[in-house]
């Protein structure tokens, strides 16, 4: 069984408005708490409809509780729907000790869309996330999504990654019981589906 490797764990969950990253950190909030462990979550957000970041911070220990936000330089754990939004949220949040997850497939923002900003090449991005953190995990979690016929499994899948790189105390049980609290019928076994994707993905990518 996974245990808490830290006091606190801080684990952020990061990417653009609409991706579902709060989502995810409702449901690992849960999970933790069901697990035993005291969570707090709080959520950050740019101009989210438009595109914009949001992150959700978690913030995990066995009995105390910590404010919601974490604080510079203290993530631990970084996992994100969307490249750029790793790195922006490691140069702000991160040290070289946290560990970087993240989807490769690139969101572009409006004004990178109208030609009034740049995205980063992938090449650098990439290059960038691995030299500036303990460990970086990239898989195409919007890739496994489409394969399964929807993208807006992404972030499900996402989660599976999270359990499969071992980087959280968090067990495949423990995402699947919660999901079966909100997800019934075809569409909860079409969510497990995701989750089982991404663990599989975590482990190819160790």
Do not use: W
């Not at 946290?98 to 989807?103: G, I, Y």
């Not at 992938?122 to 919007?142: E, I, N, P």
């Not at 019981?177 to 076994?189: I, Y």
């Amino acid at each position: 069984m996974k245990e808490l490797s830290r006091e606190p764990l801080n684990l952020i969950i990061g990417g653009v408005g609409g991706q579902g990253n709060v989502l995810m950190a409702q449901l690992v909030g849960q999970a933790l708490v069901q697990r035993g462990y005291t969570a707090s979550v709080g959520d950050t957000y740019g101009v989210s409809q438009r595109g914009g970041p949001v992150a959700s911070h978690v913030r995990v220990s066995h009995d105390r509780s910590y404010g919601p936000l974490i604080p510079a330089g203290q993530a631990d754990v970084i996992l994100t729907l969307e490249p750029a939004e790793a790195l922006r949220l490691l140069s702000e949040l991160g040290n070289p000790s946290t560990v970087v997850v993240t989807n490769s497939r690139p969101v572009y923002p409006p004004d990178v869309s109208s030609g009034r900003a740049t995205y980063p090449a992938t090449k650098d991005l990439f290059g960038a996330l691995k030299r500036y953190s303990s460990r970086c995990m990239v898989v195409d979690a919007s890739a496994a999504a489409l394969a399964m016929g929807d993208p807006i499994f992404t972030n499900i899948v996402m989660l599976g990654v999270l359990v499969g790189a071992d980087v959280a105390p968090l067990e495949r049980k423990d995402m699947a019981d919660v999901l079966a609290d909100r997800f019934k019928g075809t569409v909860l076994e079409r969510n497990l589906a995701a989750l089982d994707r991404g663990i599989a993905l975590a482990r190819e990518a160790r």
